[in-house]
């Protein structure tokens, strides 16, 4: 596929100036690049990629041979590049860094920067490389003293109205700017007239904007209008007095305005909150993966000392492209806020008094010796990681009891068929949907990075898109054809007018909300779901359209490890008198019983805590080394980045050292020992960076069942999209968002 993993990391070898840039990879041309060639290459064979070289000498580089394809010369060196491809990016290819500002390789060509000009032979003056598209036998020529000339005079004209506050910039160290003009600009400047300003303009809790820095590259409106689909950011005025402004007084409302930050060349439009915390030199990075909702969105902890002080996206083509949710990127002041330090155990008057680890053990597993196994419940929490999970099964197991479930599978899941709880199209594969129906969910708000995906499918491939649940803005065009089964029931059946529409489409894909597992008639939605999938053949052996979002991250693994009831196990915990509650802050507190005894695991002091009687300090995912699963069945871990908190301790060594008090260890005490004990449940979950494809034959095996629906709507899962995890509740940055971006005090 595309030009084969050799040319990527070719390319990506080069150390010149650009090899600084964010991790956004914001610079890069390689996703265009790729997504150009493998349109060229849909039908040609795999053997025909050719590893990439740098031009040596005259020698011709042939870096893959396309069906269609052109040659050009770039600085004397012949190349071959797919029919199609700009000028850039042959340069681009051919091994030759373009400065450039405007151009964006996921965004639309503007071609208003005119930094990355080039010199073509037979044409009178120099061409902007980013819009002229590369013709056969053309000759470029990237540093003859004519383009130098243009590019140093692009950027004496950029410099002639910006500031001369970089000491003060949080963009210093890492600007576009401040790198091409030491390596383009000129070592002194002529203009001795005033310079302009520009208003500062308000773009709500999370965006700091200087627009007098800004050089109107219109990366941001575009981002805005193309990406988050919001139509906030404009150009207003022309000439000098040109600006990029909000129109009317008004905050940018997307749930992806964050990356902005990232897009912006120079320091227009920088991270508010870390606004004058520190330098990016100062900063240790640490790739690790978001927890904040099931996608597993690729990110780098930034962390100085023991304090995380940013998060920033890492470039993953398969799940979050180079975007991020800014729940996911500014979540990151909770991390430090209501954190639990110590063991703590509930006196007869109510107060939690601080207690020693053996104390705290000792009492649980004295209590647990008394309950009777079917009256003993394990309910793992939402950011729970793989390897606490396994731990947590494994110690229920031994005390005899298979009541587990995992937060937001419902009190009856079903574990047995993985393409009956994943996102089997695949993350990437939905932008080849060309019909959707969702069934009972809101991709924007419950998955960010999964409605971007739709949008890039609604936008470039002009797919349909219908929706069963109550009315929403998804940021594209859609249509609500009801709120509750009665709709579904009208398209299960065919009376329906989208039927025809899913009948008719190639690739049909049909997304089912994971808030659909707490309704008492999942098994009658779901064969609804079944049928109208059977009938719009939205399961073929070269296609699997039919999805299921979940919402947390701990979901998809919690079922790979079979953590659901037993069978004839099924103790709800309003009888129960032993409650182990692994992180998990949703459940509802009035329903447990007053005799029952609580042990809540976790890092925050959230819902649970008030009604726990013992309480064992964790770590959260920024501090521990943790697997999760996503939505679409793919295995990535954690990586520490910052020291634990007080004395807190990794979730399965508590179980682990639980089990030994109890009389019965569990088998491992090592995490190696730990995940080969994880290989033998669920294989899947010991190969990182890998998805497993589900089976598309089985679901044949199914039975019928078709039982009356209730007339129940669907609802919304999720009422607050800041704030919803014991990490988000306990953010000030998200305690902001909620009162000014939905109103709320």
Request: hydrophobic letters at 40%.
């Amino acid at each position: 596929m595309g030009m084969g993993t050799q040319a990527y990391h070719a390319l990506r070898r080069s150390k010149t100036i650009f090899g600084r840039l964010r991790s956004a990879q914001q610079g890069s041309l390689l996703p265009s690049i790729q997504r150009s060639i493998s349109t060229t290459r849909a039908a040609e064979e795999p053997e025909t990629a050719a590893a990439a070289a740098k031009p040596v000498g005259g020698a011709r580089v042939e870096l893959f041979k396309p069906a269609e394809a052109i040659e050009v010369s770039v600085d004397g060196h012949s190349v071959k590049i797919p029919k199609g491809f700009t000028v850039l990016q042959a340069c681009e290819l051919a091994g030759v860094d373009i400065p450039r500002f405007c151009y964006h390789p996921r965004l639309s060509i503007a071609g208003n920067c005119r930094m990355c000009l080039v010199e073509v032979e037979k044409t009178p003056k120099p061409v902007a490389s980013c819009a002229m598209p590369a013709l056969p036998g053309m000759k470029i020529k990237t540093n003859t003293p004519l383009a130098k000339k243009a590019r140093e005079g692009v950027m004496e004209f950029l410099l002639i109205n910006h500031p001369l506050d970089c000491p003060i910039c949080d963009q210093g160290g890492e600007c576009d700017l401040q790198d091409q003009s030491m390596a383009f600009g000129s070592d002194r400047g002529r203009f001795t007239e005033t310079k302009r300003s520009v208003v500062d303009k308000n773009l709500g809790p999370l965006v700091k904007t200087v627009m007098t820095r800004c050089i109107q590259c219109t990366r941001c409106v575009r981002f805005a209008s193309e990406v988050a689909g919001v139509q906030d950011l404009g150009v207003l005025g022309r000439g000098s007095g040109e600006e990029i402004g909000t129109y009317v007084e008004r905050l940018m409302t997307s749930e992806l305005s964050g990356n902005v930050i990232d897009i912006c060349p120079v320091g227009a439009l920088t991270s508010k909150p870390f606004a004058f915390k520190a330098r990016n030199w100062e900063l240790k990075g640490t790739e690790s993966i978001d927890v904040t909702d099931a996608v597993g969105s690729n990110i780098r902890i930034d962390s100085r000392g023991p304090e995380v002080m940013r998060i920033l996206p890492r470039l993953n083509e398969d799940i979050n492209e180079e975007w991020i949710s800014d729940k996911t990127r500014f979540c990151y002041d909770g991390l430090k806020r209501q954190r639990l330090n110590e063991p703590m155990i509930r006196r007869s008057d109510g107060r939690l008094e601080p207690v020693s680890w053996r104390d705290a053990l000792e009492v649980i597993a004295q209590v647990a010796r008394e309950v009777s196994p079917e009256e003993k419940v394990g309910i793992a929490g939402k950011l729970s990681d793989v390897e606490s999970m396994m731990a947590l099964k494994d110690y229920m197991n031994k005390m005899g009891s298979d009541n587990i479930w995992c937060e937001g599978d419902g009190m009856d899941p079903q574990a047995d068929l993985r393409s009956d709880f994943l996102l089997n199209t695949s993350i990437a594969g939905l932008e080849k949907g060309d019909a959707f129906l969702f069934v009972g969910t809101n991709p924007r708000v419950e998955a960010p990075m999964v409605n971007a995906r739709i949008r890039k499918a609604v936008r470039e491939g002009h797919a349909i898109v219908a929706s069963v649940g109550p009315p929403m803005d998804l940021a594209y065009d859609h249509e609500h054809l009801g709120v509750g089964p009665e709709s579904l029931i009208q398209i299960a059946e065919g009376r329906h007018p989208f039927c025809s529409t899913l009948v008719n489409a190639k690739n049909p894909v049909i997304v089912v909300g994971a808030g659909i597992f707490d309704r008492k008639d999942k098994d009658a939605v779901l064969a609804a779901v079944d049928i109208i999938a059977k009938h719009a053949k939205v399961i073929r052996n070269d296609w699997n359209g039919l999805n299921f979002l979940l919402l947390n991250a701990s979901q998809a693994g919690g079922l790979d490890l079979g953590l659901v009831p037993g069978a004839g196990s099924k103790t709800p915990k309003e009888s129960a008198k032993f409650i182990y509650l692994l992180g998990a802050d949703e459940i509802q507190l009035d329903k447990i019983p007053k005799d029952a005894f609580v042990v809540y695991q976790g890092h925050h002091g959230d819902r649970s805590v008030y009604r726990a009687n013992i309480i064992l300090p964790s770590v959260a995912f920024s501090e521990k080394e943790g697997t999760y699963e996503n939505t679409e069945g793919c295995t990535q871990q954690t990586s520490p980045a910052v020291p634990t908190v007080g004395d807190s301790r990794d979730d399965w060594k508590i179980l682990r050292a639980l089990s030994e008090v109890c009389g019965d260890a569990l088998p491992y005490d090592t995490v190696s020992a730990l995940r080969v004990r994880i290989r033998a449940v669920s294989p899947n979950l010991f190969r990182l960076d890998e998805r497993e494809p589900t089976s598309t034959w089985i679901r044949e095996l199914k039975p019928e069942f078709n039982p009356k629906m209730s007339s129940k709507p669907f609802a919304n899962v999720i009422d607050n999209f800041y704030m919803t995890d014991s990490i988000t509740r306990a953010s000030k940055i998200m305690a902001q968002c909620t009162a000014s971006l939905l109103g709320r005090e």
